[in-house]
């Protein structure tokens, strides 16, 4: 038996090759090529390593000091350092960091505040919002009356007093601010103050943008929003898990709530565990302790405003170089371009620009006349070129690649061509140099 369990005990190389390979491939992959989708970050080495620990092997149901399992003396210490962290980071007055993803975590939203049935509001999965946002599509939709607002059709743009006159008329109980595909700057103070208008929750999904709002590349939506929820990887560089941040104290809890023994946080926290979730999955949470960590310091902060300048300087040359951009720019990390004006669509783009080493995302763009399966967009943005040390000047190179693949797209040699200038540009710029898997 000892000789059985020591097998099993042997790195993933002698373990199980296929993995092994299929992992090397991957880095390779990234290494070599131009990481472009905007929701994608390189996680640190030390994130990893806790990642990859003995933390993983734990359970942990319940929170700190008051666990349903013996033997959650360190999980605790790894639990409240990334709690105080987050704290510190985005000013927030209580942090539950055991949500899974981004998805769970507005969802423990809804289920604390709202009962299924009542009436939210948040924006239209193809004006740039999220599934979670009340798509009919998913579990928010059907469990929730989801009223939608979009953006103008001529400018792109978020119009905040047709988002007013929408609420004022729906009386929802939640408004959701944030997108998934929204190049612009979010003013997060004006949905809550139409919050405070109609008595609603303010809530703001910052799951693109949390690393720019650490780093003071965006405004921030405290301390006046009442729950912002995020992903934890995305902008801000860490492992791939969330988490929910609110006041303490419930300012609606007459209206809501009342009777109530719980406030704000409490109510968080008892829809996320026992509501949705078991055990927390320890080895992120303490992968989200060492990213919130790094956050933290000064270097971030210029790291999260070198991903703006970089999506500015790569979106004014796509433009002069006769590409479409949805808005006509971007204020944060991300670009979505028109493709109508190209004779090509997001599924196409998508396939040559993979071809060319650099990867984006098809997406639907406002009011596509397409379909969400073959839409008239593509969507991309600069946090992980930003994190090789690529700068203005490598943003204007790769525009040019980015141009020259749209416009010959069925032409393999030029792909071919371009994916070779791409392999040298991003040899430049090593990510994990000497990883040993």
């Known amino acids: 038996m000892a000789d059985v ?16 390979s299929t992992i090397k491939n991957e880095l390779e992959r990234q290494e070599h090529g131009l990481e472009m989708i905007p929701s994608e970050s390189f996680i640190s080495r030390a994130v990893m390593q806790a990642l990859g620990s003995p933390m993983n092997n734990k359970y942990s149901e319940g929170y700190p000091g008051k666990r349903y399992y013996g ?37 423990a939203v809804y289920f604390a505040l709202a009962d299924f049935g009542d009436t939210l509001m948040g924006m239209r999965l193809d004006m740039g919002g999220h599934l979670t946002h009340g798509s009919p599509v998913n579990f928010t939709g059907k469990a929730y009356h989801f009223v939608s607002y979009g953006v103008d059709k001529k400018t792109g743009l978020l119009d ?18 944030g997108a998934t595909a929204y190049p612009r700057t979010i003013d997060f103070k004006h949905f809550h103050e139409i919050c405070e208008e109609i008595d609603a929750y303010s809530m703001a999904d910052v799951s693109h943008i949390a690393g720019l709002i650490a780093g003071s590349a965006h405004p921030s939506p405290f301390p006046f929003t009442d729950v912002v929820t995020t992903t934890t990887h995305k902008t801000l560089c860490g492992p791939r898990g969330a988490m929910i941040m609110s006041r303490q104290e419930d300012r609606l809890k007459e209206i809501h709530h009342k009777g109530s023994k719980w406030n704000l946080a409490q109510l968080i926290d008892r829809a996320v565990f026992p509501g949705l979730q078991g055990g927390p999955h320890n080895h992120t949470n303490s992968a989200k302790a060492v990213a919130f960590g790094q956050a933290l310091r000064p270097e971030f902060s210029v790291f999260a405003r070198q991903i703006v300048k970089n999506a500015k300087a790569l979106a004014e040359e796509l433009i002069s170089l006769d590409v479409r951009l949805v808005s006509g720019g971007t204020d944060n990390h991300l670009i979505l371009v028109d493709l109508q004006n190209k004779g090509i669509k997001g599924k196409e783009a998508e396939s040559a620009l993979d071809k060319a080493r650099i ?3 098809k997406n639907m763009i406002p009011y596509d006349p397409s379909t969400p399966f073959d839409p008239s967009g593509i969507r991309f943005g600069t946090p992980a070129l930003t994190q090789r040390g ?12 980015m141009a020259k693949v749209l416009d010959n797209h069925d032409k393999p040699d030029v792909l071919k061509d371009v994916s070779e200038q791409v392999y040298e540009l991003s040899s430049q710029f090593p990510l994990y140099p000497g990883l040993k898997l």
């Not at 690529?390 to 690649?401: F, G, H, N, T």
């Open 5 to 20: 369990l020591k097998g099993l005990m042997n790195n993933l190389e002698d373990t199980d090759k296929e993995v092994y």
């Open 71 to 107: 033997g959650n003396q360190y999980i605790d210490v790894a639990e409240n350092l990334a709690i105080e962290r987050a704290k510190k980071l985005f000013s927030a007055e209580h942090v539950n960091v055991q949500p899974y993803s981004g998805s769970p975590a507005n969802v």
């Open 160 to 177: 905040m007093d047709e988002i007013r006159a929408i609420a004022k008329k729906e009386k929802p109980k939640i408004i959701v601010s």
């Open 390 to 401: 690529m700068k203005e000047s490598e943003m204007k190179q790769i525009a040019a690649l």
């Open 359 to 361: 990867t984006v995302n």
